[in-house]
């Protein structure tokens, strides 16, 4: 077993005099997609954070690609090649679809057949590619966020809450987009609350409580043991779809 | 029973004690330890400075709000006082009724304002209070014919209160016992009470909500403080004690204009006497007029003597001109808000072992 | 490749597509100032009167827009007031009006070439030693007390008291008359009106810097950059951008900026003294509030504005004159709670 791309040992994060991660033991493995599961509050978008260098842990350790970037901070994480969606999406509304994708490609210029290959699974922002990206629906800005983190070849792809607040419809072309992401080399760590999204696209899976991991394993086992997911989700995958 | 008159604020340091122990015997007996009248000026403006700086103190230095607007407060009690006695007499009635006119202004005004801040950043919120008080300022010079313009209201007051009055024939210790004096010891009562009626609301629970707020205002709120009603409440009292600070320099001085009361220049030396006296102290606002009232006046001596002796050394004896004064305080200012957050009151309480406020 | 039937629907449910295709520029608060001059002309009566307030105005408003671009841009990347911005303006102006005043000879001759021979010296000059004082203050000032608004603020009025009683020291207090440039005084005359030739050079100015800033801004990766910093900060070092460094660059122009309005107001004034920042200041924040802070095409349009709303008041009700600013800033919140072109973190 190749090591993991991503591990985090004994991580703690304290935001203010909020002790939010106490003490996180987490791997990610090389390729495929890591579904990051969890109740509101448990920590997951702080979890994220914290490896993104957003905010500093206070103890342990976080190795990426077999060395320590715990100190290291965001802008140099993500030259690592580490690409980050946030919850909110961090979509520059003043700016033009186009400009967004242009920031994120720090090679300095869009190579059309990346951008044709996304614009297969996002063809809205073909239609809008001069617009502002302001002016997109909701769904369309998780669009721009997601084709942003995958302008350029990544390493690591932190993905946080994509289906938040989205109708089935875009739900089911961002499902399409992520199994078309998970053909390529990119590991992708995802925190969800939509269980039939986490469990169509998850490899493996991993489960926060009040800021530790409680259960880390293959996506299969988790979804076949509904007694398990009741206990640490309070609901059934199949329930909430 | 010091404790019940200090609502439990003790000074908490030796040094400090000390020190406003001095401040409240000088300014008590001023006119008989420092007679003339530059002297009594000078006592008499510390006294207005420090009920001014004190209601700044809880705006800033509790509450944490930083306001421009101030310097129009203490000027609508200057002009209360300015219009009424000029335009309908110099009699008991006409004060109270400028006073009172004044006071209510100033606590509607407050009141918009504070609700204004609710809605706004903190930034923005300074920028608007710079606007409106410049915009006040503006109104007083144009609106001459009520107030004087430019120029100000010079008016007298009533008989009590006016320095040909003689309440004994003799002087009592060398001083004259008159009107003048009268007014003075006027203004020293007000100051007093309404000191020490800060030092009751800030150490009152409404008091300690303030300063949750000021440290953590999104903790505040999640506790079940409504802070939107605290802060509008600290606005409308910080605002009415800076009117009586106005209505009684207004009273001292017997005019009233724009220089004296509304200018940015006034905003700035209250802000530096906040900050160098120790912010969210009370006590700081007394130590902080004391020392710039002082030095204002005083100092300047000094420097004159430093920069007649640097004479022949290039720059220095314009670094040393008395004009150039606020120009050290300004550094000493600075250096406060980096090195001494809490000021000199807080740099004495830390030394005494006490907290710094 | 994917399934495009899937696709399609979304797509479809989007607001319908190629009208919103193209960009669409907020043209409303342009056509503001275009009606307030429109609605002026009635007003003052005669046409060549309005002509000349007009450019008046324009030229006051392209004055102030310089002054207070740098500040509306620092504070919408770097999230820092700086109240000492002031004094930047004030001490471009001494700068320049030292060299101005070594210069006299080249001032007086009647030639543009000779005029600005010593004029541009001068600019650079003031552009130079603000810029120095701005990278000063940016490292040594403001940077302990990043994320305090409060001490911000405080540390930052200090240091304006201390600049101004430290440009006494150096300058000495008395007021310095700075005359105009010898090519550039008295008026053309168009017809009837008569136009003040500084006023046309200021207005020129004017859009020089404004056209230099809205091709950095929009046509250049830099540009690129401090947009999308001014909206989210984090977004953008999450993609890779060390914008911290930027910010000690963006504040130093920004003071350089101060600078060289400083020396287009002293000698629109015709004069330098040690509290023309401060004096400025107000209807600075004033203009950068109306426009939205952060927002440099709005600090453009607010400027204008205020410049020609002073001008006109000035002439048709003297009265409201020094207080129509103010309640323009009031009518513009009212309509826009946070200014006329809103950005990110406002």
């Known amino acids: 077993m190749t090591e993991p791309l991503l591990a985090l040992a004994g991580v703690h994060t304290h935001i203010g005099q909020y002790h939010i991660l106490q003490g996180v033991d987490f791997a990610v493995p090389r390729g495929g997609l890591t579904m990051l599961l969890g109740r509101n509050g448990a920590g997951k978008t702080t979890c994220l954070r914290t490896i993104m260098g957003l905010w500093r842990a206070s103890r342990g350790s976080v190795r990426y690609d077999g060395r320590d970037v715990t100190q290291l901070g965001t802008p140099e994480l993500a030259r690592l090649g580490i690409a980050y969606v946030p919850e909110n999406m961090g979509i520059f509304a003043g700016l033009t679809v186009r400009e967004n994708l242009v920031l994120a490609a720090r090679e300095r210029r869009l190579d059309d057949a990346r951008l044709d290959w996304i614009f297969g699974f996002f063809p809205a922002l073909r239609t809008f590619f001069s617009g502002f990206a302001g002016n997109l629906s909701g769904g369309q800005k998780q669009m721009l966020a997601i084709a942003r983190a995958i302008v350029e070849p990544r390493a690591l792809l932190l993905v946080d809450e994509p289906t938040k607040g989205l109708a089935p419809a875009i739900v089911a072309s961002l499902i399409e987009a992520f199994r078309e992401l998970k053909r390529t080399d990119t590991t992708i760590l995802v925190v969800e609350q939509n269980f039939h999204f986490a469990r169509s696209l998850g490899d493996s899976v991993a489960v926060m409580d009040s800021g530790r991991i409680v259960h880390a394993g293959a996506m299969a086992a988790f979804a076949a043991d509904e007694p398990l997911q009741t206990r640490l989700l309070g609901l059934s995958l199949e329930a909430h779809q | 029973m010091l404790r019940t008159l200090l609502s439990g604020d003790l000074p908490r340091s030796r040094v400090l004690a000390a020190a406003l122990i001095a401040i409240l015997v000088a300014l008590a007996f001023a006119p008989f330890l420092f007679p003339g009248t530059r002297s009594l000026n000078v006592a008499a403006k510390v006294l207005v400075f420090i009920l001014l700086v004190a209601s700044y103190d809880l705006l800033l230095g509790y509450t944490g709000i930083v306001s421009f607007a101030h310097t129009m407060f203490f000027g609508i009690g200057g002009y209360g006082i300015g219009i009424a006695a000029s335009k309908l007499g110099p009699t008991w009635g006409s004060l109270v009724l400028g006073s009172g006119v004044a006071l209510a202004v100033s606590a509607v005004l407050a009141l918009g304002i504070g609700l204004l801040s609710l809605r706004v950043r903190a930034i923005f919120f300074a920028m608007i209070t710079l606007a409106v008080a410049s915009f006040f300022q503006i109104l007083a010079s144009q609106l001459s014919g009520f107030t004087g313009g430019e120029d100000g209201l010079n008016y007298k007051l009533p008989d009590l209160l006016l320095p040909g009055t003689r309440f004994l024939e003799a002087p009592l210790f060398g001083v004259e016992v008159n009107g003048r004096l009268l007014t003075y010891y006027l203004v020293f009562a007000v100051t007093a009470a309404l000191f020490l009626l800060l030092l009751r609301v800030v150490n009152s629970p409404f008091g300690r909500v303030l300063q949750a707020i000021r440290e953590n205002e999104f903790r505040a709120e999640a506790i079940g403080y409504r802070t939107a009603g605290y802060r509008t409440a600290a606005n409308c009292i910080a605002a009415v004690v800076a009117t009586a600070a106005g209505v009684l320099y207004a009273l001292w001085l017997r005019y009233t204009g724009p220089d004296t009361t509304l200018s940015f220049a006034i905003m700035i030396d209250i802000l530096l006497m906040v900050v160098i006296g120790g912010m969210g102290t009370m006590y700081g606002a007394a130590l902080g007029a004391t020392i710039f009232v002082v030095a204002q006046n005083y100092l300047q001596d000094l420097m004159k003597l430093a920069s007649g002796a640097a004479a022949g050394v290039p720059l220095l004896p314009n670094l040393l001109h008395p004009d150039r004064w606020l120009l050290w305080l300004g550094v000493l200012f600075v250096l406060c808000v980096y090195y001494f957050p809490y000021g000199i009151v807080g740099r004495l309480r830390l030394g005494s072992g006490a907290p710094a406020r | ?346």
């Open chain 3, 1 to 346: 490749m994917t399934a495009p039937a899937a696709s399609a629907p979304a797509a479809a449910a989007a607001p319908a597509a190629p009208a919103l295709a193209g960009r669409r520029i907020d043209w409303i608060p342009l056509a503001l100032v275009v009606a307030l001059a429109a609605a002026a002309l009635p007003l003052t009566g005669s046409g060549p009167t309005w002509l000349t307030l007009t450019v008046a105005g324009l030229a006051m408003g392209m004055m102030i827009f310089i002054m207070a671009s740098g500040l509306t841009l620092v504070f919408g990347l770097m999230d820092v007031m700086n109240f000492a911005h002031g004094a930047f303006i004030t001490v471009g102006a001494y700068a320049a009006a030292s060299i101005l005043i070594a210069l006299k000879g080249s001032m007086q001759e009647a030639s543009v070439a000779a005029n600005l021979a010593a004029m541009v010296p001068a600019a650079l000059a003031a552009i130079a030693l603000a810029g120095a004082l701005g990278w000063f203050f940016e490292r040594v000032v403001i940077r302990p007390v990043y994320g305090d608004h409060l001490k911000q603020i405080l540390v930052t009025m200090g240091g304006l008291i201390v600049c101004e009683q430290l440009i006494h020291v150096v300058w000495g207090p008395d007021i310095i008359p700075l005359p105009r440039p010898a090519s550039f005084t008295g008026a053309i005359t168009l017809g009837d009106a008569a136009i003040e030739r500084y006023r046309l050079l200021a207005v020129a100015v004017g859009l020089a810097v404004f056209a230099g800033m809205w091709l950095v801004l929009n046509r250049t990766r830099l540009g690129l950059l401090i947009r999308a910093g001014v909206e989210n900060t984090e977004m953008v070092e999450s993609l890779g951008y060390r914008i911290r460094r930027l910010f000690v660059g963006v504040f130093v122009a920004g003071s350089g900026l101060a600078g060289l309005g400083g020396v287009m107001w002293a000698m629109y004034q015709e004069s330098v003294n040690a509290q023309m920042g401060m004096q400025v200041m107000v209807v600075i924040f004033i203009v950068i509030i109306i426009g939205g802070l952060g927002s440099v095409g709005g600090c453009f349009v607010g400027a204008l504005l205020v410049g020609l709303l002073a001008n006109y008041t000035g002439y048709v009700a003297p009265k409201l004159a020094l207080g129509s600013n103010i309640l323009l800033m009031v009518l513009v919140l009212l309509w826009r709670p946070r200014g006329l072109y809103p950005v990110g973190k406002g």
